[in-house]
């Protein structure tokens, strides 16, 4: 970290900043200038607050030098890490998978069908929304813990692991049955959530927030990981931008970025980030050839009838010739690119 | 509700879609052009999902003509919401109000000294944060239950109400002798909260999400309130732009806007907006001028010890003097400006 | 500016660094810390490119301590500026001022009929486009050259000085007779345009960018005081964000903000920020009470036939309200708020 | 275009409106409610205002339904538009071109040696930048007409077509040797430059704007078009966002979304996109992958000493890898992914 000291600051301010700065276990080492004097300091500043340093009179200015996360910090962990979600299925180091499934459970029937439609094309998770967070209170909220219990069928039935979101702690002990709980984007700061889901062991997958920095989004996995949860997949699902075209911007730079700043796998949602179908083919196949991990992708049996996004969803058909498309490229990617 | 279909769309799909809309209590009207047709769609249409819509073939765009909120809607509801937070003190409907105090309570002595000093300013209730969103979990968290209690004692030692922030449902037995139960930013769109705020009686003082549009933030408030809790406090807080002078762009626009589509009272909280100590007076002074139902401002006994946000927290003198020039804008615009 | 050192950077790499550093005539003093080093570098460093910096392996990053911009700084002219357009008609350092016209002159009458219209409510400068960008080749694209030579009329009629826009530098020898010269918010990074706006001595009326910070709108400021003319007036006109309520979003963070950073004078532009006609008022007198040096509104005779913007247009008796409003306010502030 | 009418509108006042629009050769369709009523324009509504429409007070909402844009339409011209920039290198329609060069040119040695190495890994066409947008005065702003001259050199040297940055039509006759004109993203909505361009033959390479969506870009087009000139080719660099480990966010999305909305080709530039060496070969690939006709990439032979931009600036040795990368994707998208 490093501050920098107004011109001309009185030298007693200097000295009230450094008292204060004792109670840290910290070195701290000036540059006096002729215009400009800077205060380094060095060693685990993670406990300063820079707002209490902007307080001081004498402070023009601080900036913070090392990432504030650690947990999830690749420069502490460089080996990645992979989260094995059910026996042999793993994500990360090498493993991708791609997660299917509609939009909302809605009823036996269909989750089944889906499921194994989406088997059957490739796909080794199945994906349902049980608790459907909805910008309307009068929009299909989902169907809850009855959603929950058909997905448990679904598994039953295919031997697919599940993955489906929570929106509240208090939810926590519905999901004993759940492979993998998703965070949505609206709930990345949602911190008693992710405190909770630190403390308990499944696989937490982690969406980016819809106007949050790769920065904060680490942040929140260090919240899971530092209460004792390694096992997280983060999940770029498009930012909010002023394009209209597509319902949100998917930010591929950030699979890239990811690669350099975490051992955390990192997977891609063409469905939630485009809103529509045509283009989540050629985003999926383009997250495939950046080196994401995987891909969570939906699809529903009869897109007219689906209670939520039916314009985002690809038709089992739709689905089958895009996994194609999509294990061509991951294998052109590991074995013939690079 | 109007939909437009694609040019040279074949009978058989336009059938399809009204047979499908038959299950809605709607009219539809249908006007046919020579290049293009539309269907209006008359009556509550709230039930109708646009996503759906838009995977009919026929189906070139959908467009929503009524707002998607109800009970908040100032068109069914024309007389101002007044919210009494305790008897006699008023907000909305011409009645403003300051809520001012520290970021966070730290101690006893801190929190029961600044409440005197707003008070005695002006000040009609108290602000304290007990529960703290940050986003690093390194961050001071505050102290939770134990905060409650001293808001309690501050609030007994001087009798104004509290307003403070709860993180989660499960909380809210912890919260029985709060006032005001703020929702913060990050949780605006935390559904299950929001349903659980409504289905209780204590007003709610509802962030504006950081890059959330007004329509959004009504529909939140549109969750509490049809769950039956009518005593809802929107609180601009600046949204997130490019901008980096300020920690966010305070929206000055939103309280004439706000003003025209719904009938709860809006108030301004510069701090958080600006994040910058001598920025909180000229704007809590325009958030005046503009007609705002109040405000909520960061005092600090000493902003160089606060735990958080000591940057843009005034000191109780700023803040009296503050309150001088907030008094005699609000006096001017109401008596002598209309 | 401030270099930071990566971790156990190798010693021949630092003086490689140091030795490119040479070239500038900077003082370069060193902190070396057990995990962290840092250069930082005294003096000048306005000609040193951060970017090249970087490209230094041993740089892990670099950060700019001052200002970017010197002749637009007000840490060195502390005085305000205070642009004189015509004859007693200055603005800023206390002078307020109030342009008003259409977004378009149209014809001869319009533009007289408005001119002595918006005189007589008391504006002292005329405003009206006659170059208009438009973001479709097919709309209205101004009267061009006989627009200029309509607004000369009015000039001779009222009095009033002019203010329009310019498009391109080679337009400059149509603008001898208008007193300030108007560079719109897609042209704020033309620069070629700023650099011949300044090499010329009328005054300039330069826009905020749509999704420009602060910082980036001095930096066009110091393009043209660079290049020898000092007589600027800046212009918020709202910047570009998620909310669709209002065209754009009015930031008024910004005037308290310039009053610090900068000496030139700001006006405020309600009419373009918000794109509705009933917002106009509201954010105009907020204008007013946060300090801004003057405003720029849009009037039309007969706004269901303007060209352009009619939906933003006050009437002629709609401005006249509005102008006693914010003498009003420009009065209650200055004489009895502070 | 829909037009909205307020619930009871009165009949005079939509006689009015019907009376306006009769100036139009459209055809109007009325749908009358219960509670909504709307107007169907049917026909070429280019030429009608929507800030006009909204003027009038029985007009709700205003909606086009149609786009905007007719020249660059796929709808209208649905074979793609290949841009032949020198005999044998075509852009478009299946042709895939690299363009690749320093940020500036700096000297006739650095140009030549750029040029020779790119050309020998693959590239087609030679970029380089002799007048140059910066933020600050105080940056080095391009060799200008001598820059065009070296640029003319390396041409000579290598036979290589030239691709560079105009600022200003003013500067045309000096571009009379350069084979592709560079509007760069600043300049996106300078449209007074892009008549003057639309009124030559050269083709033209049109940057994205760093805040504009696809349509309001089309738009851009659409002035260059309709003004004569077809050789257009897009180019996506980046959007601004809220994210700071990359310099924007390459919208990616972008490709496929102008693949089903225009005829003309569109390429990547992932060097000013992330701003950033290590992430412009991942996001080069991955734009290669998803169906962009080209790419545009720096590469400089030592970027420690550019004048600008080096920290995103490949060494001749890392293209030559990138090269083989992006050849070997081209080549497998085009003969075995699809």
Same mark, same amino acid.
Not at 93 to 105: D, T
Not at 116 to 141: C, H, I, N, W
Not at 148 to 165: C, F, N, R, S, Y
Not at 323 to 332: A, L, S, V
């Given at each position: 970290?490093?501050?920098? &000291? ?19 276990? &910290? ?9 400009? +004097? ?45 989260? =094995? ?35 059957? $094309? ?13 910008? +309307?209170?009068?929009?299909? /909220? ?25 929106? $509240? ?46 920065? =904060?989004?680490?942040? +929140? ?31 591929? +730079? ?23 179908? /045509? ?24 897109? /007219? ?12 058909? /739709? ?20």
């Amino acid at each position: 970290m490093v501050i920098i &000291l107004k011109e001309n600051a009185p030298a007693v301010e200097v000295q009230a900043l450094e008292q204060y700065l004792e109670a840290f276990d &910290l070195q701290i080492k000036e540059t006096v200038g002729e215009h400009m +004097s800077i205060l380094g300091l060095i060693g685990d500043t993670t406990a300063v607050d820079i707002d209490t340093l902007l307080t001081f009179p004498c402070v023009e200015d601080v900036r913070r030098i090392q990432e504030p996360y650690k947990a999830v910090n690749k420069k502490f962990h460089p080996e990645p890490t992979v989260v =094995e979600v059910a026996p042999g299925i793993k994500i990360g180091g090498g493993n991708f998978q791609v997660i299917a499934g509609p939009c909302s459970v809605e009823t036996e029937e269909q989750i089944i069908e889906v499921a194994e439609d989406v088997k059957k $094309s490739g796909a080794t998770m199945l994906r349902g929304g049980a608790f459907k967070p909805r910008t +309307s209170p009068y929009s299909f /909220q989902g169907l809850r813990a009855n959603g929950l219990e058909l997905l448990e069928e679904a598994k039953k039935a295919t031997g697919m692991p599940i993955v489906t979101e929570i929106m $509240s702690a208090a939810h926590l002990p519905l999901f004993k049955n759940v492979d993998v709980i998703q965070v949505g984007a609206r709930n990345m700061q949602n911190f008693e959530l992710l405190k909770a889901l630190g403390k308990q062991e499944k696989p937490i997958l982690l969406k980016r927030g819809l106007a949050n920095t790769i920065e =904060e989004w680490l942040m +929140s996995a260090e919240y899971i990981m530092s209460e004792g949860n390694p096992n997280i997949i983060l999940c770029e699902r498009g930012i909010r931008t002023f394009e209209t075209a597509t319902r949100n911007t998917l930010d591929l +730079s950030a699979i890239p970025v990811l690669k350099e700043k975490t051992h955390l796998p990192v997977i891609v949602d063409p469905s939630h980030a485009t809103g529509v179908r /045509q283009y989540v083919e050629p985003l999926a196949i383009a997250a495939a050839a950046i080196g994401a991990d995987g891909l969570i992708i939906e699809v529903h049996n009869d897109p /007219q009838k689906a209670l939520c996004d039916g314009a985002q969803s690809l038709t089992p058909e /739709q689905f089958d010739n895009t996994m194609k498309k999509i294990k061509k490229m991951r294998n052109f990617v590991t074995t013939e690119l690079n």
